[in-house]
């Protein structure tokens, strides 16, 4: 069985913010999302919407599809 996407994703928002060297708690705050949605959302547990994607990677400084592309 494949990996849910939900997941992949989480797991890729994590790594970049981990290289961006930022806790969750900063990047909730850049993002103006709970620190507790952040968690749920790299643990996969969270459905992240269109807008949080484009949230997410400005405050990533990525491109919207880098937060997609380890998606098969």
Do not use: F, W
């Amino acid at each position: 069985m494949t990996e849910d996407p939900r997941q992949i994703v989480g797991k890729h928002i994590r790594d970049l913010r981990q290289q961006a060297g930022i806790s969750q708690e900063k990047l909730a705050e850049i993002c103006g999302l709970h620190r507790t949605y952040i968690g749920a959302v790299e643990r996969g547990e969270r459905n992240v919407s269109l807008l949080n994607i484009v949230v997410l990677a400005r405050a990533l400084n990525v491109r919207p599809a880098k937060l997609l592309e380890r998606i098969n």
